[in-house]
C-alpha cells in the first residue's frame, strides 16, 4: 500500500543540507507509524514536488535512510519501509570526512566501485542511457555551474553512469556513498577558486563521457582514475597506494 504523498509531506525550509533534513522528515513518519513496515514511499517525483526540492536531494535523502536501514530499494519498484527487526545497515559518518585516514579510505573504496562503473558503462550502456549520461553533463555545464544546481548535476553524471552498468548493486552502492561524495565536492569549491575548480571537474567528466559513448572501456576507466585522483588532489589528499 503506498500512502498519499499530499497527507504525509509538505514544503521544507531550506536549511543545509536539504537532503539530511528530509531523511529526518521521512524518518519521522516512519517513527510515527504513519509509514509503516512495508508500505513504499511516494515516487522521487512527487517528493520532490512535495518537498519543493531536486529529484538529486530525494535521492540523497533515500540513500541516508538505506544507509540506516530503514528502507529498502527494489530495482523497478521503488523504495519501501522495512520491519525494524531485520534492518542492517553499512554506515559511513559524516565525521569521517573530518579524518584524513578515514577520508583516504573513502576515495581508495570511491576509486575501486566507479573506475569499475565507468569500464561496465562503456561496454553495457545503452543509447537511451548514454543520452541521460549527456543530459547530466550539459547540465554541469549550464548557467548554473557555479551553484548548488552544478553540484546535483555532478552527482546525476555519476548515477547516470552507475545505471548503465545495469547492475543493481553498483547502482546502490554508489547511490548511497552519493550523500558523502556531496560533502567532499562542497569542501573543494569551498577551498578553491570556484570557476578554476568547476571547469577542471567538467573537462574531467567530458573525458568519461567521450569514452563511454565510444565504448572504449579501457579509455573509459583512465578517465574515472583522473577525476577521483584530481578530486583527491583538489582536497590536499594522495591516492598513492603507498
Not at 12 to 21: C, F, K, T, V
Not at 68 to 78: A, H, K, M, P, T
Not at 168 to 189: C, D, H
Not at 200 to 224: K, N
Amino acid at each position: 500500500m503506498e500512502p498519499k504523498t499530499d497527507r504525509l509531506f509538505s514544503g521544507i525550509d531550506r536549511p543545509e543540507p536539504l537532503h539530511l533534513a528530509i531523511a529526518a522528515r521521512i524518518a519521522d513518519e516512519i517513527a510515527s507509524g504513519r509509514l509503516m513496515p512495508g508500505n513504499k514511499l511516494p515516487s522521487e517525483h512527487d517528493m520532490a514536488s512535495s518537498f519543493n526540492v531536486s529529484r538529486n536531494v530525494i535521492r540523497e535523502a533515500i540513500a541516508c535512510l538505506r544507509a540506516d536501514g530503514v528502507i529498502e530499494s527494489r530495482q523497478g519498484l521503488g523504495a519501501f519501509v522495512l520491519d525494524p527487526r531485520v534492518r542492517q545497515a553499512i554506515r559511513i559518518h559524516s565525521e569521517a570526512l573530518e579524518n584524513e585516514d578515514k577520508l583516504k579510505s573513502l576515495f581508495e573504496l570511491r576509486g575501486l566501485l566507479e573506475i569499475l562503473s565507468a569500464e561496465l558503462a562503456a561496454n553495457r550502456r545503452t543509447d537511451v542511457q548514454l543520452d541521460a549520461i549527456r543530459d547530466a553533463l550539459a547540465e554541469m555545464e549550464g548557467d548554473e555551474r557555479l551553484t548548488y544546481a552544478g553540484v546535483d548535476a555532478d552527482l546525476d553524471f555519476h548515477h547516470r553512469v552507475a545505471e548503465a552498468t545495469n547492475n543493481e548493486y553498483i547502482i546502490e552502492f554508489l547511490n548511497f556513498m552519493g550523500q558523502r561524495i556531496r560533502q567532499t565536492i562542497l569542501a573543494a569549491r569551498a577551498t578553491h577558486n570556484i570557476d578554476t575548480i568547476v571547469e577542471a571537474t567538467i573537462a574531467e567528466h567530458r573525458t568519461i563521457f567521450e569514452a563511454i559513448s565510444a565504448q572504449d572501456a579501457l579509455a573509459a576507466g583512465q578517465a574515472m582514475r583522473k577525476h577521483i585522483d584530481g578530486a583527491a588532489r583538489r582536497l590536499g589528499l594522495s591516492t598513492s597506494p603507498n
